[in-house]
C-alpha cells in the first residue's frame, strides 16, 4: 500500500514537498516514482528514483525544478517541487514497479490514492 501526503493550493513559484510512504518492504531492484495527470490529460511520468542506487529520473519538464529523494530507514518517497507553474497542476500519485525503471504507468504495480497540487498564476 501506498499512502501520498503533502498536495495543496500554492501560487506560482512556490514550493511544495510530496511524500510517499510504503507499508510494504522496499527491496533494492524496485522502482519508485511520481507520476501526474491533469484534468482531461493522460497520466505521466514525472520522476523516479531506483530503490538499491538512488539514481534519479526526470522528465524534461521538470529538471532543475523538482527532486526525489528515498529513504530507505523510513520506507519513503519525497519529491521536492520548487518554481511551480500553473502547468504543474495535477493529481500527483506515487507508484511502485517491482520489476525496475519505466516511465509507463500501465508497467506499475501499485499506486497510491493520489493528491492534488494545484498552481495558481
Known amino acids: 500500500q501506498l499512502v501520498e501526503s503533502g498536495g495543496g493550493l500554492v501560487q506560482a513559484g512556490d514550493s511544495l514537498r510530496l511524500s510517499c510512504a510504503a507499508s510494504?518492504?522496499?527491496?533494492?531492484?524496485?522502482?519508485m516514482a511520481w507520476f501526474r495527470q491533469g484534468v482531461g490529460k493522460e497520466r505521466e511520468f514525472v520522476a523516479g528514483?531506483?530503490?538499491?542506487?538512488?539514481?534519479?529520473y526526470y522528465t524534461d519538464s521538470v529538471k532543475g525544478r523538482f527532486a526525489i529523494s528515498r529513504s530507505t530507514a523510513k520506507n519513503t518517497v519525497d519529491l521536492q517541487m520548487d518554481s511551480l507553474r500553473p502547468e504543474d497542476t495535477a493529481v500527483y500519485y506515487c507508484?511502485?514497479?517491482?520489476?525496475?525503471?519505466?516511465?509507463?504507468?500501465?508497467?506499475?504495480?501499485?499506486w497510491g490514492q493520489g493528491t492534488q497540487v494545484t498552481v495558481s498564476s
Open positions: 528514483i531506483r530503490w538499491g542506487t538512488g539514481k534519479t
Open positions: 507508484a511502485l514497479n517491482l520489476h525496475g525503471m519505466d516511465t509507463t504507468a500501465r508497467e506499475y504495480d501499485f
Open positions: 510494504e518492504r522496499t527491496y533494492s531492484s524496485h522502482f
